[in-house]
């Protein structure tokens, strides 16, 4: 079966860097995305990985390693507002996105 | 441009009713998924639509069903409501197919369905 392992939750100090790690099994693998949810609201798009290395935008930064099926997003300067669940997402051969459970992330001041 | 619209936002219902939900994506955009979110769970895949064909379909019973308009709207029905579905419910607009390209889909504030 298809399946996507993330943690469930993670916990970090307000200013700090945090890795949220998201290792898959899929038929098929066109590329890797993050989600971003906050409480009460709707998934909104972060990044998307396609190839190995690292993408960064502003604080936020994806990498990818195929060959490990594994990536992960990595947030720096973590600002109260960060705190929010995180879902990765694979794109598989049929086109359909799998998703992971998602990772709660809790920013403590 | 106009986000993804959902309707109605909350709603109540009782066992054994029916439902029924509707989407309107972002102009131009050809696909729509939705999924099931319940309080601490992630999202579940209901189906996809793209240019009104279901392009797949998640392990959901033959109560849930969708439909695509001409126009890309669609909308989403269950039917014999259960106390089990009582979550809400989030549609996802995509220019491609929700996995296609960059995989980027965009969400609307879903519909919070409670089942009594």
């Known amino acids: 079966g298809q399946s996507l392992e993330q943690p469930s939750e993670v916990t970090a100090v307000e200013g700090a860097i945090v890795q949220i790690n998201c290792t898959y099994q899929?038929?098929?693998?066109?590329?890797l995305s993050w989600y971003q949810q906050h409480d009460g609201g709707a998934p909104t798009f972060l990044s998307y990985?396609?190839l190995d290395g690292l993408e960064e935008t502003g604080r936020f930064s994806s990498f990818l390693s195929r060959s490990d099926s594994y990536g992960y997003l990595l947030l720096q300067e973590l600002q109260m507002k960060d705190s929010a669940s995180y879902f990765c997402a694979v794109s598989d051969s049929n086109y359909q996105l799998i998703w992971g459970a998602g990772t709660k992330l809790i920013i403590k001041p | 441009k106009a986000g993804v619209t959902q309707t109605p936002r909350y709603l109540i219902k009782t066992r054994g009713q029916q439902v029924t939900l509707s989407c309107s994506p972002i102009?131009?955009?050809?696909?729509v998924s939705w999924y099931q979110q319940t309080p601490g769970q992630g999202l579940q895949f209901l189906f996809e639509?793209?240019?009104?064909?279901?392009?797949n379909k998640g392990n959901f019973p033959g109560r849930f069903s969708g439909r695509q308009f001409s126009n890309s709207r669609s909308e989403m029905n269950v039917s014999t409501l259960e106390l089990g579905d009582s979550a809400l419910y989030l549609c996802?607009?995509?220019?491609?197919?929700?996995?296609?390209?960059?995989?980027?889909?965009?969400f609307g504030e879903g519909s919070r369905l409670t089942v009594l």
């Open positions: 102009s131009g955009h050809r696909s």
């Open positions: 639509y793209f240019s009104e064909t279901q392009r």
């Open positions: 990985n396609a």
């Open positions: 899929t038929s098929g693998f066109y590329g």
């Open positions: 996802a607009s995509s220019l491609f197919r929700a996995g296609d390209n960059t995989g980027e889909l965009f």
